[in-house]
């Protein structure tokens, strides 16, 4: 089986969001992983697909994320 590519591990933190943070740790790990393989330095997400959408909730996933070694931006 293929590693996953950045966007199937974007999409399975969406999923687990939705799923209050279900598995986070392991797909944080997993986009990580995939990032380092494209050669990106931060992940992409949609802030109209997040559960909490306000700027608190976005600073909260910035920090967590950053955390465990993964840059976070939103897109516009």
Do not use: W
């Not at 050669?39 to 992409?44: C, S, T």
């Not at 976005?58 to 993964?70: D, E, I, P, S, T």
């Amino acid at each position: 089986m293929s590693e996953p590519t950045v966007a199937d591990a974007t999409n399975r933190i969406y999923e687990s969001l939705q799923a209050n943070n279900a598995d986070i740790d392991l797909h944080i790990a997993t986009l990580k992983a995939a990032l380092a393989r494209a050669g990106l330095k931060e992940a992409e997400f949609d802030p109209s697909r997040l559960v909490q959408n306000n700027r608190s909730g976005r600073k909260l996933m910035q920090a967590y994320f950053r955390q465990r070694g993964v840059a976070v931006k939103f897109s516009a």
